[in-house]
């Protein structure tokens, strides 16, 4: 089986985690590679499912312009990163980006190894 994990799915699922846990609305990319490497790892490890994100500049750039009314970018000390909107809720996240979803997957995202990777 093959699992293809989509920026928009990792930048949700970070957020939420983040706000839920921490009150921060933001993440620094690098994060967010050490947090999907962990995923696909975790969604790996079974042996039997082959799992990979699919990441590039050209993803992020268009997710940023896809989700304006959700997401915007910024920059912090140097490191670039995505910002969650303050009218925008964990709940909203979840119903647009985690519903459809399989439940394999959404156990990837929420982890302790995963979580742990955002600091969680």
Do not use: H
Not at 21 to 31: A, C, N, P, S
Request: glycine share 4%; net charge negative; proline share 2%.
């Amino acid at each position: 089986m093959y699992i293809y994990i989509e920026i928009e799915d990792l930048v949700a699922n970070a957020l939420i985690e983040l706000v839920e846990k921490k009150g921060k609305r933001e993440v620094l990319f690098k994060d967010l590679d050490e947090y999907g490497a962990c995923v696909v790892e975790v969604l790996s490890s079974d042996g039997e499912t082959k799992a990979a994100l699919v990441v590039s500049r050209e993803s992020q750039m268009a997710m940023l312009e896809d989700y304006t009314d959700m997401f915007e970018p910024f920059e912090k000390d140097g490191a670039k990163g995505i910002r969650l909107k303050d009218d925008i809720s964990p709940l909203q996240l979840w119903e647009r980006f985690c519903t459809s979803l399989s439940m394999k997957v959404i156990a990837a995202f929420r982890s302790e190894k995963s979580k742990q990777a955002l600091g969680v």
